[in-house]
């Protein structure tokens, strides 16, 4: 039996380069919002101004999916991904420009708009690349360590975004800028294979084609289980919206415990991500999605009537270690279970669904909090993710008989 080498991703120089200027990228995004978020505040003292810089990332994301989908299997993924990189890299600059000249807040919005319709442009071509770099046994190592750098970038991002805004706003514009120009720069040295072509693409319209992910998963039960479950399991489960409620009025701990407890699911997740990555890919895939799932479920339930910080704290941990597994387990499926043909589009429709959940999962939490009090609002969400997943689990044979990750076939 060949040992496992946890880092075998790694000794492939294409995912190699790959992964290192996606998390430099990653980490140029995360100082960028973090930024953004700062400077709203401070010019307008308005917590609207924050929901509407959501509003502006959002939109382009639901409206643009399915056409980036299209592209990135149209067309060659690592030039798709350039000329996104490209875009973002601009507007990571004008926004520099206007914040030096402390321009007009409507130009900041415009341009965040463009910003995440030209993201939302490349992000299926992102996603449907990587399996490209890596032969399919080793690709379950690769989206762990994807997962493990990602986190990683989330929480050092952030970070590193504050500190630059609280001395310089456009400086943290800028330093976004140079990220995203170092990943173009090691993309543009990058050897990916040429995708397999649709051979029927040719034979059918352009609106068939572009509409091609959702037949896939129409005809692929599996994955729209796998899609469907995460979605409901995000949306109801969305404890981490009504953090500044509980920090506030339940927990007591104020400002300062509320960013502890903000941190809590990337501690989580982070710590997750890295040790899958050094574990040999599952065997029983399916069976340990369900649950991880129902574990996110009941972890959200606890932290719903617990009282006591660090119990809300240790709860908060494992929804993000659960949650972590379950990305790991559907992104994988995502790519493999799709043909290479297929995967931009697919991966677009499954960008949609993340998306969705997590965006409605706010106002879920938020609604329901309001009419029934937070409590009930994160117990209620974490009892339903339960019911989700259990009735997934019956309708679902397929899911539940998924095995090892490392021999997974195509759909």
Known sequence: MTKHNPYEAFHIREFRLYALGWFVALVGTQIQSAAIGWEMYARTGQALALGLVGLAIALPTMILALPAGYLADRFNRRTVMMLSLTGTTLTSLGLAAVSWEQGPIALMYALLVVDAAITVLGAPARRAIVPQLVPRGIFP??????MSLMQMAWVVGPMIGGLIAAVYVPAAYLASAGCTGWFLL???RLRVPPIERDKNAARISPLQNLMGGLVFLKN????LSLMALDMFAVLLGGAVYLLPIYAQDILNVGSEGFGILRSAPAVGAL???LTLA????????GRNLLLTVAGFGIATIVFGISENFWLSFAMLVLTGAFDNVSMVIRHTLVQL????AMRGRVSAVNGVFVSASNELGGLESGGVAELYGPVFSVVSGGIGTLLVTGITAIASPSLRKVGA???VEEG
């Open 141 to 146: 190592n690769a989206v762990a360590w994807s």
């Open 186 to 188: 090691v993309l543009s």
């Open 220 to 223: 692929n039960r599996l994955l």
């Open 271 to 273: 710590i997750m991500a």
């Open 278 to 285: 050094h574990l040999p890919p599952m065997k029983k895939a």
């Open 337 to 340: 279970i799709t043909p290479d």
């Open 405 to 407: 990750l490392d021999e």
